[in-house]
T-cell receptor, first 112, second 112 residues
């Protein structure tokens, strides 16, 4: 069964303090690994898709990397507006296109 | 990115009544849409896969007679919660696959 585990559950950072979020996964055949940002009371907002080990994607202060067993979301010099829950999800080659398995998320708080 | 619109954003209903939630893909056609449910501090759990022109596929443990799904066109899927009870109160989110899976803004359902 596909599983996605995210750590830590919650992370508090001071503005400018860089850190990383982890997503470990178990899937029979990875179609893709996805990172989303979710603000309270909102739907997930797409950030990145990674397809193969060694791949990296960057967007502003965020950088996502992928290995065969896990993915990291690196946050460089975060700002308070980066505060949100970050969700990791995987798509299995054997599943319907678009069907995702989600982790519980990491709740990030960045304080000034 | 592609836009998925969900309506309403929030709804309060009395126990025993039915509530309909709409999910629209605004700038692309979606033959498949997905309905998720999210409890506080929990992951998104897939409820059902909505297929245009055919019956929805429900995940194990989801009551198909309680959560009616209709995907009558390539841009609209609806979820109807029938005979709602307080335990149905939750955050319901739809998604549709374009280049990636894009999500609606979610619907907060409160049953009183």
């Amino acid at each position: 069964e596909d599983q996605v585990t995210q750590s830590p559950e919650a992370l508090r950072l001071q503005e400018g303090e860089s850190s990383s979020l982890n997503c470990s996964y178990t899937v029979s055949g990875l179609r893709g690994l996805f990172w989303y940002r979710q603000d309270p009371g909102k739907g997930p907002e797409f950030l990145f898709t990674l397809y193969s080990a060694g791949e990296e994607k960057e967007k502003e202060r965020l950088k996502a990397t992928l290995t065969k067993k896990e993915s990291f979301l690196h946050i460089t010099a975060p700002k308070p507006e980066d505060s949100a829950t970050y969700l990791c999800a995987v798509a299995d080659r054997g599943s319907t296109l678009g069907r995702l398995y989600f982790g519980r998320g990491t709740q990030l708080t960045v304080w000034p | 990115g592609a836009v998925v619109s969900q309506h309403p954003s929030w709804v309060i209903c009395k126990s025993g009544t039915s509530v309909k939630i709409e999910c629209r893909s605004l700038d692309f056609q979606a033959t498949t849409m997905f309905w998720y449910r999210q409890f506080p501090k929990q992951s998104l759990m897939l409820m059902a896969t909505s297929n245009e022109g055919s019956k929805a596929t429900y995940e194990q443990g989801v009551e198909k007679d309680k959560f009616l799904i209709n995907h009558a066109s390539l841009t609209l899927s609806t979820l109807t919660v029938t005979s709602a009870h307080p335990e149905d109160s939750s955050f319901y989110i739809c998604s549709a696959k374009y280049t990636e899976a894009f999500f609606g803004q979610g619907t907060r359902l409160t049953v009183v």
